[in-house]
């Protein structure tokens, strides 16, 4: 839950931030790199409610994946068995989490929740810093050539879908270590539970 409301919490404050940043630089939002404003010519209202509705969904997913998902404990002999079984209750079908649809929807909400609230996070400190570099009136020629090499110029979006593949790996490995304790715990239990009645029993 902590975890949860301090993710919510920065994602809320840099998102005011990068609002506040946007209207003091471009206030006729001309220079603004959001697609349904600078593809669309729509106002400030569309930002707004665009913002809305990301945060919101950062919200829920991150409230399902921090706080309402449960680790599922499955016998795997290793994480690619563990994944395959996670997501199609199959352990032999690793390759299809690379180009299939999940049958299992609950580890994909929570994976959606757990990338999308460090994602959002890193995507507004590039904005911030990109509009922090305009208020300043700094010199950006070498920059603007450094981010040409990424696609439509876009540095935030490159950083956001590495980070992503990062985060998504990084949450399997977490889940799988924690699934594995618990179905070692799970085995051993039965024991130390039957011993402790025995002795009561005494």
Known sequence: MIKWLIICGINLVLCAADGILTYINT???SMEGNPLIAGLSLGWEALFISNLI???LCALAGYYSFVKYQTAVLKANNLRQYISNILFNRPDKFLWSLYRRPENRKPFF???GYVLGYTLILARAVAIFEWTLVSLKADLTGYY???R???LGRLDLVLVLAASLYLITAW???QYKKSQ???ENFTANP???QTGQNAECD
Do not use: E, M, R, T
Request: hydrophobic share 60%; net charge neutral.
């Open 145 to 147: 050539h450094f981010i």
């Open 172 to 174: 399997f490995i977490n």
């Open 191 to 193: 024991l130390n539970l």
């Open 149 to 151: 090499v990424f696609p």
């Open 54 to 56: 990301v945060l919101g």
């Open 110 to 112: 929570a994976i959606l």
């Open 181 to 183: 304790k618990s179905f």
């Open 27 to 29: 206030p006729d939002l």
